[in-house]
């Protein structure tokens, strides 16, 4: 197997296999390393339990790399407008992709079809060498190289190394990046739940005090839910026997979308704030959850991902287009400068929101539901919003504004 890359990946979830592709497409050699051999062999009908809201930031990077065309075809669902509202008061708010003229505002896709789209790219480019099911244990970064070693006693070597190993990054660790962050104390309950009425292309969103239940619209009909809330509670609705989760599920989310008819196997992830108080030092940058972990309530965390990869692989080209050490850390810094504020920014956003919709401060409930009606009448206001939740504001790169890398 070869041994030496230009640029050496580590974790090939969503974001460091979109990284590969744009890489691969450049010509550079990269070497995609994971823990785990991916399983594309899923039963006919059944639906992913995780899936992720895409932005049209995201979007527009994935046809930049050819892989939208392949996620389209197994299933993707556009949805069009978004219903956010109080449990404990009457505040809503109502985001119409036609208020801004556009034809949706964004899509839900389950992970497992991102992945397969983008690993059915990845195989066209000989010069990405897929590396698994392999650890790495560590690492070690020098002046002109940075190499990694692999649990089966492998050592590969490159000009850059690049954590996409996610939240729990090995690389990170390893690297002496600390992070600053905290836990919600909250998990994510998620589930695939048949209801009564249609979806209707609408992405619904209930806060109560625990935390925010989301029903994602699905192309079948069906949606994919995400119910925030405390450990102990989420340990409870997994002990349930389906009925009587269901039961608890319409209790919580009322009578929108008619009754709770059926639901999938269940699960829950812990949910944290985690920011990496740095994401480069020479030969190394981190991206993805290896950089950021953020609250789910908006689906913005893989997204921001996506924003990384795409920054990062502009910033690679160019270095190339005029001679520069890609894997120094001068070249890396831009990088680091282009993503960092727009992450903080979404992260201390959502922090905010997730406070605010959690507080049981009689006067802070009467904010948050004068808030979102008086929002949902200020149409500039509105609008701004809904541009930055579709990934349309800030310093996009390249890929994520239509262009080519
Ligand atoms: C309940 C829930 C709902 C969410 N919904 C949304 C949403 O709607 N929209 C959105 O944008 N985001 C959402 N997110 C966030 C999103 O899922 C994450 O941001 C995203 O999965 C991170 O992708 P990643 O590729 O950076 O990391 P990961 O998906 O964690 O991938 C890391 C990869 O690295 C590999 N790896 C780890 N360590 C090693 C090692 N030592 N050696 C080799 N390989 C290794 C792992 O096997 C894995 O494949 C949600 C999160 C949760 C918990």
Redesign the pocket.
Known sequence: MKTDFDIII???????STLACALGMQGLSVGL????RPDFDWPDGSVDQ?????TCASQQIFKGLNAWDVMCRLRVSPYRDMRVWDATGSGEIHFDSADLGEPLLGHIIE?RVIQFALHDRLVEYDNVTFIAP????AMELNTDTASVTLDDGRHVSAKLLVA???????LRELAGIETQGWSYHQH?V?ATIKTENTHQETAWQRFMPDGPLAF?PLSDGSSSI?WSTSPEHADELLALDDGAFLEALQSAFGERLGRMLSCGPRAA?P?RMQHAKSYTQHRLAL????AH??H?LA???????LADAATLAEVIADAMATHKDIGALKTLRRYERWRKGDNLAMMTTMDAFKRLFGSKVSILKWLRNTGLSLTNRTTPVKNMIMRQAMGLEGDLSRLAKGKQL
């Open positions: 580590v974790g090939a979830g969503m974001v460091g390393v994971e823990a785990h995780r899936v992720s809201a895409i992970n392999v650890l790495v244990t996409a190993d996610g939240s729990r990054s090995k994510g998620v994602l995400v992830f949910l991206l993805g959850d290896a972990t953020i789910p689906g913005q965390g893989v997204n921001l991902g």
